[in-house]
């Protein structure tokens, strides 16, 4: 039985800002097909500043549901575009999801998981479907569910939703954009993949890495 405490979601929040550091180019190139090329920038940005926050917490005496909600106000300060809101959200659904908790098993975290998801889907009103990040996310989360309900426990819990957010990038791209700045472009976005989507795998899978090895 896996157990995660503060220190593992520190370390999973510095796990998350480095690889997005690493892909931040990627990140603006597919952004400047149909967005304003800045996707990787605000992504490194926030996850910085999250970790930095975190880290300076108390690991020994602090809940996760308060390392949660210090990254989402500190992802909130430092980006300001779609993105900023949207993984605060997500982040503080996490945490009322882990509330009370001072360590969290593998059920605790698939359910933080989930949460952070639905977080991202109800403040941005997406759907499946509409080339978003929730064409990532939300398979993830419920590939995440459904394997640990076959008992795979936590490890293949977050390899699911690893696969499943990369194949749900991969679809964004046989999908015309219907939200967010690149829906202007129509069917012009054809054949790209969403950078939300594109960075939501970044992020899961350093999850998954940080926090399963």
Known sequence: MTTIDTAHLAAMFAAIADAMSAD????????????????????ELGFSAA???VAALNAGTTEPTTL???????????????????????????????KGKTTLDEADMVAMFQAMAKGIQDRGKAETGEKTMMDAWAPAATAAGE????????????AAAAEAAKA??????????????????????????????????TVIEAMRIALTG
């Open 24 to 43: 931040r180019d990627r990140l603006c190139a597919l952004d400047g097909v149909i967005g304003d090329a800045d996707h990787g920038i605000a992504m």
């Open 51 to 53: 970790r930095d926050a």
């Open 68 to 98: 949660l909600n210090t990254a989402a106000r500190s992802f909130l300060n430092a980006v300001g575009a779609s993105s900023g809101p949207l993984y605060a959200t997500a982040f503080m659904r996490g945490a009322a999801a882990v």
């Open 147 to 158: 394997a640990l309900a076959a008992g795979t426990g936590l490890a293949g819990s977050l």
């Open 168 to 201: 749900g990038a991969e679809a964004t791209k046989a999908m015309i954009a219907t939200k967010g700045r690149a829906a202007r472009l129509g069917e012009r976005s054809l054949g790209h993949m969403d950078p939300g989507a594109a960075s939501a795998v």
